[in-house]
Nanobody
Framework: QVQLVESGGGLVQAGGSLTLSCAAS????????MGWYRQVPGKQREWVAA???????SYVDSVQGRFTISRDNAKNTVYLQMNSLKPDDTAVYYC????????????WGQGTQVTVSS
């Protein structure tokens, strides 16, 4: 059984910083691409950032230069460092990973709330 467990969400003032973590555990042979998405009520889930196993990164334009995605392959963990946070960044953040266990599947974390006050 593979699962992703997120941590690090919370309440922060505009201009502040937060770091999200997401650790994969279970019967894992390999972890390919990992990423972060976010969702606000009534809207579709939005892709935020992605990182390959070789640490190539990509970002949605709205967070470019403010967010940094990284990973620790030894710990099967992905991070999202969020700086200069804005109220528009308020959302539930979900991590996603393509994991090879008994099968190769996409997995999702349970979500963590990030709230940025103005």
């Amino acid at each position: 059984q593979v699962q992703l467990v997120e941590s690090g969400g919370g309440l922060v003032q505009a201009g502040g910083s937060l770091t999200l973590s997401c650790a994969a555990s279970g019967s894992i042979l390999n972890v390919h691409d990992m990423g972060w998405y976010r969702q606000v009520p009534g809207k579709q889930r939005e892709w935020v950032a992605a990182i390959t196993r070789g640490s190539s990164t990509s970002y949605v334009d709205s967070v470019q230069g403010r967010f940094t995605i990284s990973r620790d392959n030894a710990k099967n963990t992905v991070y999202l460092q969020m700086n200069s946070l804005k109220p528009d960044d308020t959302a539930v953040y979900y991590c996603n990973a393509r994991i090879v266990g008994t099968r190769e599947l996409d997995y999702w974390g349970q979500g963590t709330q990030v709230t940025v006050s103005s």
